[in-house]
């Protein structure tokens, strides 16, 4: 059965960082789109940052602030963020499109880690 895993959250002071990693484990074949995704209380799911074949991608709010990164020898996704704000609160979620073994192209979705930036 094929999962994402994922760490790294927590609390931290405003200007702190903090470093999200999601890992795929089961079977696959090839990963595709890795990406992060964040939820607030009150507000739609929005996208934060991706890497597709054609680049990395960040949402204007994290940009300058925030990296994502692969291992794909390990098919692990990583998101730094460094000088967190508070309305970078929220639950942040791993997605992935893989490749599985059955040769079913598929998304997933990790179960999500929470980020709160509070004094």
């Known amino acids: 059965q094929v999962q994402l895993v994922e760490s790294g959250g927590g609390l931290v002071q405003p200007g702190g960082s903090l470093r999200l990693s999601c890992a795929v484990s089961g079977s696959i074949l090839r990963t595709y789109t890795m990406g992060w995704y964040r939820q607030a209380p009150g507000k739609q799911r929005e996208l934060v940052a991706n890497?597709?074949?054609?680049?990395?991608n960040y949402a204007d709010s994290v940009k300058g602030r925030f990296t994502i990164s692969t291992d794909n020898g390990k098919n692990t996704v990583y998101l730094q963020m460094n000088s967190l704000k508070p309305e970078d609160t929220a639950v942040y979620y791993c997605?992935?499109?893989?490749?599985?073994?059955?040769?079913?192209?598929?998304?997933?979705w990790g179960q999500g880690t929470q980020v709160t930036v509070s004094s």
């Open positions: 997605r992935a499109t893989l490749l599985r073994r059955d040769s079913v192209i598929q998304p997933y």
């Open positions: 890497i597709t074949r054609g680049g990395t």
